[in-house]
């Protein structure tokens, strides 16, 4: 079936700019993740969703960047006046929360933003 | 708090010779570890994992063993191949916690 799939792939956006990046998790997953990746380095944690309710957004760097997942399915991660430090790739993965011990994530392509 | 930590890249090795990639971790309870891949211009892809001490992930070739008393999680692999050149990913999950904690990643360059 297919994977996690994220829109757009590339972002450029002048400094100052909203964006708003989606992700489409697999169909049926519960829960929903979203990463920032900086240039070099490992994925950092942002937020967490099962179904619609975000559970966690302890990861989120500023009140700039808000997520929502209003009907359990598509999440979209929007990051208000952007920065320069906001560039970066940004990972989004599900989870079947009724799947095997392990908790597999699947990870989605990334967007990568490039904030000027 | 949990973190992982890498051995510092990147590496490059020549076809066939023998791979290790370090990983040691720091977390509070008892987490699953998992090696991430990603090759260029793809997403991550889970490569192995290991839930609980001394199981022995393996995947593609590639091993790594779960081990408790020394808090690592070493890859390794007999012999590359070029397809092998990637970033690869140590990770842990606490299942007390929401996220994945990744560390820096090791990107491996494979020669002919």
């Known amino acids: 079936g297919a994977g996690v799939s994220q829109s757009p792939r590339y972002k450029v956006a002048k400094r100052g700019q909203d964006v708003a990046l989606r992700c489409d998790p697999i169909?049926?997953?519960?829960?929903l993740f979203w990463y920032q990746q900086a240039l070099g380095q490992g994925p950092e944690f942002l937020t967490y969703f099962q179904n619609e309710a975000q559970l966690d957004k302890s990861g989120l760097p500023s009140d700039r960047f808000f997520a929502e997942r209003p009907e359990g399915s598509v999440s979209t991660l929007k990051i208000q006046r952007t920065q320069q430090e906001d560039s970066a790739v940004y990972l989004c993965?599900?989870?079947?929360?009724?799947?095997?011990?392990?908790?597999?994530?699947?990870f989605g392509p990334g967007t990568r933003l490039t904030v000027l | 708090g949990n973190s992982v930590t890498q051995m510092e890249g990147p590496v490059t090795l020549s076809e066939e010779a023998f791979l290790t990639i370090n990983c040691t971790y720091t977390a509070t309870g008892y987490p699953s570890l998992f090696w991430y891949v990603q090759y260029p211009g793809e997403g991550l892809q889970l490569l192995l994992k290991a839930t609980k001490a001394d199981d022995k992930g393996s995947n593609k070739g590639f091993e790594a063993t779960y081990r408790k008393e020394t808090t690592s999680f070493h890859l390794e692999k007999g012999s590359v191949q070029v397809s092998d050149s990637a970033v690869y990913f140590c990770?842990?999950?606490?299942?007390?916690?929401?996220?994945?904690?990744f560390g820096e990643g090791t990107q491996l360059t494979v020669n002919p």
């Open positions: 990770a842990l999950w606490e299942t007390s916690g929401s996220r994945l904690t």
């Open positions: 169909s049926g997953h519960v829960s």
């Open positions: 993965a599900s989870r079947n929360v009724g799947a095997s011990s392990y908790n597999e994530q699947f």
